[in-house]
């Protein structure tokens, strides 16, 4: 006796995937194909005949909805890669990865420092420069060797580490100018 499963379209109500609303998220390309990988590792590690495999296939490749999809590979383990299964909450939309934001890389706290540093040289008199300098220089050879960011920000206090540096030489070769001519 051959039980029918939910994968072979019997059942027309409406179903778990689908929400308060009944609608369903339209597939992607890349869904069907996550789809029809786990397929195929099912059917690679016995759990499939080869028939059984070429109906859902030709299922996966017509499907139009993530839910239609997720029927079909329901009864498979799917392994962490296989988002295209995981059943949401009703009312619950996921993003999926593809659609989020890429991570951003750490900012270098070297750079940060670097720039705190240049922008108080002017109520420190210029005190702040050899720090704002030496801390751009080691910020920004480690930027070069990570995959931090912060380079503009390790630039800016170096520039505004060397002018600070660059008016207090010039008023100490001033100053001993002045003094050498006086006498």
């Not at 704002?132 to 630039?155: M, P, Y």
């Amino acid at each position: 006796m051959s039980y029918p499963t939910p994968w072979q379209g019997q059942g027309q109500g409406p179903q778990p995937w689908q929400g308060q609303g009944g609608a369903s998220m339209l597939a992607a390309t890349a869904d069907r194909e996550r789809a029809v990988d786990v397929l195929r590792a099912g059917f690679a590690e016995g759990r499939l005949r080869e028939d059984e495999l070429e109906k859902r296939v030709a299922r996966a490749y017509d499907a139009r909805t993530v839910g239609e999809l997720m029927l079909l590979v329901a009864d498979l383990p799917q392994g962490p890669q296989a988002t295209v299964v995981q059943v949401p909450s009703p009312g619950f939309r996921p993003v999926p990865p593809t659609f989020l934001p890429a991570p951003l890389p750490p900012t270098n706290g070297k750079a940060v420092g670097a720039l705190v540093c240049g922008l108080l040289i002017v109520p420190t008199l210029g005190l702040t420069g050899i720090p704002a300098v030496i801390l751009g220089h080691t910020a920004r050879a480690e930027i070069r060797r990570t995959d931090e960011v912060g380079d503009g920000l390790a630039l800016t206090g170096l520039v505004f580490g060397w002018l600070a540096v660059s008016a207090w030489t010039l008023f100490l070769m001033l100053l001993v100018v002045a003094g050498v001519s006086s006498n």
